[in-house]
Nanobody, 115 residues
Framework: QVQLVESGGGLVQAGGSLRLSCAAS????????TSWYRQAPGKQRELVAD???????NYADSVKGRFTISRDDARNTVYLQMNSLKPEDTATYYC?????????WGQGTRVTVSS
């Protein structure tokens, strides 16, 4: 089973940018649908963006035009480029890879956006 490790979180001022990475432990991440979710304190986990095996992307309305999901098949890594960050983007961000009915989650990376 693939294992995922997220990185790239941190503290940034509003209007700034961060790039999150989700590195897979094995090849062929391109076969999976990979998603970024986030969970703020006291709130439910929500889908931020995903990318299918065919490269189709999907975004939550709240991040459209600001976030970009991409995949580097050679590095087995999926990225989330986050621009124009807002305090409401503060959350722990999780990566999930799904193949059929099987899903794997990463441990999360914390993003804090100060106003």
């Amino acid at each position: 089973q693939v294992q995922l490790v997220e990185s790239g979180g941190g503290l940034v001022q509003a209007g700034g940018s961060l790039r999150l990475s989700c590195a897979a432990s094995r090849s062929f991440l391109s076969f999976y649908t990979t998603s970024w979710y986030r969970q703020a304190p006291g709130k439910q986990r929500e889908l931020v963006a995903d990318i299918t095996s065919g490269g189709t992307t999907n975004y939550a309305d709240s991040v459209k035009g600001r976030f970009t999901i991409s995949r580097d098949d050679a590095r087995n890594t999926v990225y989330l480029q986050m621009n124009s960050l807002k305090p409401e983007d503060t959350a722990t961000y999780y990566c999930k890879a799904r193949l059929g009915t099987s899903s794997t989650w990463g441990q999360g990376t914390r993003v804090t956006v100060s106003s």
